[in-house]
């Protein structure tokens, strides 16, 4: 009871004005000031002033960039419908600039027209976010022009009939001057920009966007923006309690430029799908991917149209895109690991042609473990792959058309180096040992005709035998030294030399013991055992190197591509020598990795 003993307000059930009311708007000016200047990217406002024109059925949109009188201008040129008219036929610029967050557009929606993407009424405010002042002429029922004038910061408009000849339908808007920080908008960085943003606007209206920059002297039609890669087909079809969502991804090479666009009934919202609130992970994140997602039900922040509201409909779309990213996670997983075989592939074919290239400097007694010589010619069988016996009439045909290709493909070219097989070794005093001549193209490839060669003793002590043969025997002195071998190899007025160091002694070599289990070079597979501190081991019955991809070394390797593969190499020769001089004391065994890691490394590329 209150102190005159009269029942209070509350307790005889009237409302408090002062704990109930509406909300309003304080300061009307205020309030369209802060909509205005709510667009934070230029860009983004030419490209609703574009959309407007899309919205209008415009078929042609010209953008022209220029100067008048001193000014900088942006004018946006359609052949759409115009401004719609009032009840004389005349444009209704006064229901333009009177009903501002009341979009004449959301009344045609509600009967029915289809694929207008203005909703809020604010868009046209944008231009102070552009210039000083705006134009916008269109065309009454009357065949005449009028024009509307507004100017920013200031809450008046202006409109008045215009004499000039214009198009019985369209509207031509005009921003001048522009604002300094924008007046580097360029032609070329507009026509990228709207490429994007409009992407598929584009492509359903089949609208023609042309951009003529006259302070560039250029001119560009803007193009719905292409995706590379791989189109993703059959991918799960998205069906929410609002509408479906548009999917149209693709896959390529991961990089960091790559990203899916979330687009809103053909306009892009945002750049990056993985930059809003619940996408920041795979598949998103992962730069495998570029694309379109587009989710015509999504509510869009009014001022900027840069952002979403994260309601009931935002969450159903999080909801629908899960079973997708399960399937785009396997899609991409799969791409990974194919780009990883193929990294080992090349891995394997890199560290197998930098080992054939050091047997040849390495003498063939010594490493004859190595199937690399030309088994052919030791027993008539052909080099294969571990695991694929040929039979005889596979052979025969695998012969054949080893000598078919080589015909067409392999045909040596003008010689262009030479080297010495073997470019190191040691032989005893008073021993022969041949050496052979290995004439290349460019190519690499074998050069067998019109060769000439001479051998010659240029350093230490020894007798040569055919010092004008490819084949050249060296007969050593009596006492201990290090002979350098040189021949010089010509064809027509080309010649090339290369040497060979022998280091002569008298000390007793190691004899290699003898092994029938030449098998060729091995592949190699990746086994993770991390914290174990083996980085390596060979299997003898899969002739297969196992690389321990856990280990601290290989992990500390991969950061590099090239210190990978010297890593992965070094492994090989580890086993290698490990396993073709069986019976070597460890200092022994540490010698031969040193001689086969230096000659295999020379050719690793």
Known sequence: MSKNNEPSQRESGQSDNRTSGKLRIGDHWNAISIIALSQSNPLKAVAEFVENSI?????????IRGKEKGQPY??????????PTDEQGIPDFKYVATHICDSIKREMK?????GLQGEFGIGLLSFWTVGEQLSLVSTGQDGKSY???????????????????????????????????????????????LASELRDRIRNSGVEIRIIDRQARAEYVVEPQAFSGRPLHHLPTLTTRNGDIYVELYLGEPSGENHVGLYRSGTRVIERLAEIEGMAKPPWSSGYLQGVVDA???????????????????????????????????????????????????????????????????????????????????????????????????????????????????????????RVSPASCVVPVREQKTFRAVPRDRAGRLVEDGLRF?????????????????????????????????????QDRAEYTAEALITVTDSLLPEKPKSNDQRGLPDYTFKKAPGELWRSRYDTDNNLVIVNN??????????????????????????LVFHNFPGYSPEQLLERMIELSLYTEENLR
């Open 296 to 418: 015509p039900f999504l509510h869009l922040t009014p001022g900027t149209r840069l952002g979403v509201i994260q309601d009931e409909a935002y969450v159903d779309f999080l909801q629908a895109l899960a079973p997708l990213e399960a399937v785009l996670d396997e899609i991409i997983a799969e791409q990974k690991q194919a780009e990883q075989d193929e990294v080992n592939r090349d891995t394997l074919r890199s560290i197998q042609r930098a080992f054939k290239e050091a047997m040849l400097a390495l003498p063939e007694e010594e490493y004859d473990w190595f199937e690399v010589y030309g088994v052919a010619s030791r027993g008539g069988k052909h080099p294969q792959r571990p695991g694929t016996p040929l039979t005889d009439s596979a052979a025969h045909k695998n012969s054949n058309e080893v000598r078919e290709q080589k015909a067409f493909f392999e045909h040596a070219g003008p010689l262009n180096s030479v």
């Open 55 to 63: 919205d209008a059925h415009a078929q042609n949109v010209t953008i």
């Open 110 to 114: 509600a009967h029915g027209e289809q």
């Open 147 to 193: 024009e509307m004038r507004m100017s920013k910061g200031d809450p008046a408009y202006h409109v008045a009939p215009r004499r000039r000849l214009l198009a019985d339908r369209g509207t031509q808007l005009t921003i001048k001057p522009l604002l300094p920080g924008i007046r580097h908008f360029s032609g070329e960085k507009l026509q990228w920009y």
């Open 550 to 575: 856990g280990h601290r070394d290989f992990v500390y390797a991969s950061r590099q591509k090239t210190l990978k593969l010297r890593y992965v190499c070094r492994l090989f020769a580890k086993e």
């Open 454 to 490: 001479q051998w010659e003793v240029a350093e230490g002590r020894g007798t040569l035998e055919d010092d004008d043969k490819e084949i050249v025997t060296l007969t050593t002195s009596e006492d201990p030294e290090l002979v350098r071998l040189r021949v010089t190899a010509g």
């Open 74 to 83: 942006l004018r946006i040129v359609d052949d759409g419908n115009g401004v």
